[in-house]
DNA sequence: CGATTCGTTGTCGAC
DNA sequence: CGTCGACAACGAATC
């Protein structure tokens, strides 16, 4: 019995290494290429023009190499459990298939639109390729809990073995007995990709994009720097600089994040690469670098509420500021700190910054000057970068403000100090922020030190054309550690007024394995 | 259980 | 230019 088929892409914009798409076209007689533009997260307050226009750059992608196929790609806006019951009735659709999401949204999401698929009497198959393994094995393999230690990680990872091998693309041949659905002219336009404009984003400050969207792209930067084959075996993150004027690292994070690029292609085409060479290791490799990926989705799965600090049981408790007028200059790259204005600057910009420039301006924010919450700078990152993955971003930043997986909180990320290292001149100060570009070397990191004679004939003076800084990072940094120290007291202390202090607080760990355990029972 | 080791990528100053 | 210890001292995992 051929079936009457929709492959929900959401992710995995790709054609290659898609086994949801190849199992929808098998036994297949007509096939709808879908995406739902969903209001939850497809909307202007949480998703910055940058992203959307990457999103819409890969769906383009998307439709031309499914034309290629005699296919196209069907974009219906609204809520996905509010039009799949429609498109179901009126396509007749028998199956429907798509690429597993871990997100807690997504999941929720495709529960109820498992059932409502059921009570249509349509088949849903889904697969894992978002991730290089089955990150539910990888937290069975830890005893029901996600590792806390990349160490501890891999050690678990070794037990699993390599990832799987990727599928190829659907060819013609795969298609022949499948009918592209006749659709009707006034379909053509109805189930179109609507332009950016269209949909209420002002393009006007949006210069060429840098990373544009889609598989094609995606697979052609895959290509160049696997090239590079002395630059991929020598590749050590920590030794990239995050001011360089063009990007140190490949930029293929994007096209991980919305799945033009499969994490296991990525992953087999660097074993190539490496094969019989000597090359760097985990972590600090690129096979290292899509490893931590996969680390923080085990543990976005394994560990409750994770993008939160209340309730989540490995999050350490912290008394952040609520200070909305640090928080718009850090967002707004008016810190009066150059480094990090212009890291700032570049995110807005451009959707993206190196990972050692994350680290920097969330140290900054959280507990480094500022101490504003890390889930406001998640927030922030969330709706700027073309990579702003739910499970990275929100693991990086329990990270980097030392509340959950690094806990050297004494290890302070200097604003001044951290970027000279790799731009002693500022070469990337001055591209972002041109109204320092006068400044002398020697105070380009710190121009409120010039003297004023300085300042003027630079054409700049620090409180006017430029601000000065909002805190003095020597004193707040060393304040703020010891404010950590008290967070981290209380955590191991215990709620003192318990009857039972220690374990109240020792019941913490545990409950995210008890909640794992009784899960599995059912 | 207690002790020990290790932990993606800090900074500063001495040598 | 590189390496090392002090700084002040954390949690997770292991034995």
Redesign the pocket.
Known sequence: MAHVCIHWFRKGLRLHDNPALMSALRGCKEIYPLFILDPCIHNKESMGVNPWRFLMGSLQDLDGSLRKLNLRLFVVRGKPQDILPQLFQKWGVSRMTYEYDTEPYSRSRDLKVSELAKEHGVEVVYKISHTLHDVDRIIEE?NG???????????VLKTLGPPKRPIPSPTVEDIKDVKAPCVESHEEQQYGLPSLEELGHDLSCLQEAQFPGGEEEALRRLEESMERTGWVCSF?????APNSLSPSTTVLSPYLTFGCLSARTFWWRLADVYQGKKHSA???SLH??LL?REFFYTASVGVPNFDRMLDNP?C?QIDWDTNPEYLSAWKEARTGFPFIDAIMTQLRREGWIH??AR??VA?FLTRGDLWISWEEGKKVFEGLLLDGDWALNAG?WL??SAS??????????????????TD?HGEYIKKYLPVLKKFPVEYIYEPWKAPLSVQKAAGCIVGKDYPSPIVE??VIS?QN??R??TS??K??QGVSESPQPMKAEKRK?PSVLDMLKNKKKK
Request: net charge positive; proline share 8%.
């Open positions: 830890n809990k996600a590792p806390l230690t990349y160490g501890r990680f891999q050690t050590e993150k920590p030794q990239t985990p972590p600090v290292g670098q931590w490995v350490t990972h050692l680290h920097a140290c990086n990270w980097l959950a997986f690094f806990h050297q909180y004494f290890r302070v990320y200097s604003p001044i100090a951290f970027g000279k290292k002693k990072h020597e060393k550690i010891q950590m120290k981290y007291g955590r191991s760990g």
